[in-house]
Structure formats: structure tokens, C-alpha cells
């Protein structure tokens, strides 16, 4: 089954103790990305990733981390989690092929992950 | 820049019936896509409908239809014979050409589906 999984999707943990939120798409996706949805401010996005090695930021960058080591997995890393990063966060991915129309492909998303830091 | 606005905050409907969630968009970009996706209570993002800016026929996809109108820049989504399951908040997003790194979601709105 093509799915973009997320792991965990639940997640409590205190300031300042790094974390990784994982994500895996089995869909061969080129592009790949991380959004952050809170209430009021709807979906942000992160960090993207366009394929292996490339990686950029997104609206909302600060105390993220991502790397794009092999294509089918795209990391997410709180080095020193706040509270301000208390959100659900969304890996994403899609097609993305230069000089094609990649902009008619869909973000397939992960199932969220609920992280909050205390 | 780009912007998608959902006017709507709610929205109730009869089961069975049709609803119309609104979507207009701002881009001066000639190519760009847009996409209608769905959230449940239960947190997921699930792909509805994608309508692209060269199409000339609206999207169809089972019970969801998508009324483009590129010149008033709409991208309504239709939802026929609503179902209880169909209670969910909704969001209208955009993907242009030139900047296809990024989904633009609008604020979304809240679908509650009486029965």
C-alpha cells in the first residue's frame, strides 16, 4: 500500500531533550516535507526537500532540523525541543520532476504526529 | 503572494443533501494547481480532489466535484448526498509552477453533517 508514515504519532517529552520524529514514503517520491498545523495559524511549512541531499527551508525553520539521506526517508530533529514547538506536525510527499508539471501532484501526508513539550 | 481564502468558519448540512465549501485563490501565476483535502476528529490529511489551471472541464471524483471558475478564481468543492462520515474540516490548497516546493492551505472549514 502507498502510505507516508510517520512515527510516533504521539509524542510528550520536556524541554531541551532532542528528539527525531521519523518519516518513510514507499512511493519513490522526489520531494518530501515537513508542516506544522496549529490552531489559528492553520499549515505551515517547515523544511522541503526537492531529493536526496537537497534540502531547504520552509515559512517556520527555527528549531528544526531535517536530512535527506536517502529518498524515502525525509528526519525530523528538534536539537532542543520548547514549548512553542507544541504542535501536530505532518510529513508529506510528492512527485517532483523538473520540467514536468509536478505542480499538478498532490501532497500525499503522513498521519500526523502529536508532540507535546513540556 | 500567494493566498487561498475560506470564508466559511462552519457549515452544517442535512445527510443527503449537497454542500458547497467556497475556495478563492490570489496568484498571477498561469500554471499552478489546486487541491482539496480532508481532516477528520482523528488528525489524518486525506487527498480529495485536484483541479489543475489548464483544465477546462471541472474535476470530478465519486461524490466530490470541484466548481473552477479560473476568471473569478474559485475552486468550490461539492460534496453530494452528504454522509455522517463526511464531518470533517476541510482545506483548499494551492501549488503554483513556480513555486511548487510549497502547498498553500487555506483556514479551512468545519463541516458538521446532521442527521
Known amino acids: 500500500e502507498a502510505q507516508v508514515t510517520q512515527n510516533p504519532r504521539y509524542l510528550i517529552t520536556v524541554t531541551g531533550k532532542k528528539l527525531t520524529v521519523t518519516c518513510s514514503q514507499n512511493?519513490?517520491?522526489?520531494?518530501m516535507s515537513w508542516y506544522r498545523q496549529d490552531p489559528g495559524l492553520g499549515l505551515r511549512q517547515i523544511y522541503y526537500s526537492m531529493n536526496v541531499e537537497v534540502t531547504d527551508k520552509g515559512d517556520v525553520p527555527e528549531g528544526y532540523k531535517v536530512s535527506r539521506k536517502e529518498k524515502r526517508n525525509f528526519p525530523l530533529i528538534l536539537e532542543s525541543p520548547s514549548p512553542n514547538q507544541t504542535s501536530l506536525y505532518f510529513c508529506?510527499?510528492?512527485?517532483?520532476?523538473?520540467?514536468?508539471?509536478?505542480?499538478?501532484?498532490?501532497?500525499?501526508f503522513g498521519n500526523g504526529t502529536r508532540l507535546t513539550v513540556t | 503572494a500567494q493566498k487561498i481564502t475560506q470564508t466559511q468558519p462552519g457549515m452544517f448540512v442535512q445527510e443527503k443533501e449537497a454542500v458547497t465549501l467556497d475556495c478563492t485563490y490570489d496568484?498571477?501565476?498561469?500554471?499552478?494547481?489546486l487541491f482539496w483535502y480532508k481532516q477528520p476528529s482523528s488528525g489524518e490529511m486525506i487527498f480529495l480532489i485536484y483541479?489543475?489551471?489548464?483544465?477546462?472541464q471541472n474535476a470530478t471524483e465519486g461524490r466530490y466535484s470541484l466548481n473552477f471558475q479560473k476568471a473569478r478564481k474559485s475552486a468550490n468543492l461539492v460534496i453530494s448526498a452528504s454522509q455522517l462520515g463526511d464531518s470533517a474540516m476541510y482545506f483548499c490548497a494551492m501549488r503554483r509552477s513556480k513555486y511548487g516546493n510549497k502547498l498553500v492551505f487555506g483556514a479551512g472549514t468545519i463541516l458538521r453533517v446532521k442527521s
Open positions: 496568484t498571477s501565476d498561469q500554471s499552478y494547481g
Open positions: 512511493m519513490n517520491h522526489e520531494y
Open positions: 508529506a510527499s510528492s512527485l517532483w520532476r523538473t520540467g514536468m508539471s509536478s505542480y499538478n501532484s498532490p501532497l500525499h
Open positions: 483541479q489543475g489551471s489548464y483544465d477546462e
